[in-house]
């Protein structure tokens, strides 16, 4: 079970907070796919934009 399906059942009052390097590079690699995210997101909006345009 991943992370995130763990934390959707966890109340935010009772979640404890992990510092252990394994959850640090899990956060790492979440925050990654998220910029990745963010990124393509900006790009649609771009192309969006110069199809608009011609």
Same mark, same amino acid.
């Given at each position: =079970?991943?992370? #995130?399906?763990? =934390?959707?059942? #966890?109340?935010?009052?009772?979640?404890?907070?992990d510092s252990s390097k394994k959850a640090k590079d899990l956060h790492?690699?979440?925050q990654k796919i998220l910029d990745k995210f963010e990124n393509g997101k900006a790009?649609?909006?771009?192309?969006e934009s110069i199809i608009r345009l011609l």
């Open positions: =079970m991943s992370w #995130v399906h763990k =934390m959707k059942d #966890v109340k935010i009052e009772s979640a404890k907070y790492k690699e979440y790009l649609v909006i771009m192309e």
